[in-house]
């Protein structure tokens, strides 16, 4: 896969209907600042003052969110950065953004779906792979990723992202004291590329998500994940 346009991926999932996932390569060595105006994107002034890289991987995240979002009938004027850097959605809309150092990724649902969280990841190498493996998961979990997978630092990457999704999908309430143990992620021993995360944090009742993965080129991957339980309600939060 690859583009410089937001191009739809069809997640081809019951649980993810009424998801919008759009995705687009970008290259940060190509940014111009005026592709901001070229593409009718206004640029906070956060954005102002970060680096070229992150204003490039910021425009494209919102590329891909208003794409997402006009796909649902919502030609949204902006999507703000909120106080505690998340997207601000409009009202009746919620999803999430991400990007890996050269995908972007957005994925969006309006009121009485579920609210999806998606995340890109490089995929790990050796080091990082040494530096991270037990900050991330469990032992158990993370062998039997990589029994499933055949590759370790991918197993590790692809826990990595779903639980960066399964934060992403929460709301913002439910985000507090949350780490990555709170979450226990399985993979499915087939090939749907099909994951299950359980919060297993007790305040959230062993709350389930659905999720997938997917590589988008050799080093990438990206995961959605959507809570199992919960409809957004119409202002665009999770019913409780
Ligand atoms: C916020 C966070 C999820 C971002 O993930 P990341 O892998 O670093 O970066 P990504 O590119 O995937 O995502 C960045 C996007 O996340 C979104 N984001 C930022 N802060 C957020 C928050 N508090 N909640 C939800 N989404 C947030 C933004 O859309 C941002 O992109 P933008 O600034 O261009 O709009 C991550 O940095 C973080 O702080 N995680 C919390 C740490 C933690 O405990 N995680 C474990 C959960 S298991």
Request: glycine residues 8%.
């Amino acid at each position: 896969m690859n583009s410089k346009q937001p191009l739809p991926v069809l997640p081809a999932d019951p649980l993810s209907d009424g998801i919008e996932l759009w995705i687009m390569a970008f290259d940060s060595r190509r940014h111009a600042d005026s592709d901001f105006s070229l593409h009718g994107i206004s640029r906070p002034s956060e954005i102002d003052r970060a680096s070229r890289t992150r204003r490039c991987e910021f425009l494209a995240g919102r590329r891909c969110a208003r794409s997402a979002l006009a796909s649902l009938g919502c030609e949204s004027a902006g999507i703000p950065i909120g106080p505690d850097g998340a997207p601000r959605w409009p009202q009746g809309y919620n999803g999430s953004i991400s990007h890996s150092s050269s995908w972007a990724a957005a994925a969006a649902s309006g009121a009485g779906h579920r609210r999806p969280g998606v995340d890109c990841e490089s995929i790990v190498g050796a080091t990082a792979f040494m530096d991270m493996a037990n900050l991330v998961a469990a032992r158990d979990e993370l062998e039997t990723a990589e029994r499933i997978l055949g590759d370790r630092n991918l197993a590790l990457t692809v826990l990595f992202s779903a639980k960066e999704s399964a934060y992403k999908s929460l709301d913002p309430g439910a985000r507090a004291g949350c780490d990555f143990f709170s979450f226990r992620v399985l993979l499915a021993n087939d090939d749907s590329a099909t994951l299950q995360v359980s919060d297993i944090r007790p305040s959230l009742r062993m709350r389930t998500y659905h999720g997938l993965y997917r590589r988008l080129d050799p080093t990438t991957i990206l995961t959605l994940v959507v809570c199992k339980d919960d409809l957004q309600g119409p202002e665009g939060r999770n019913s409780p």
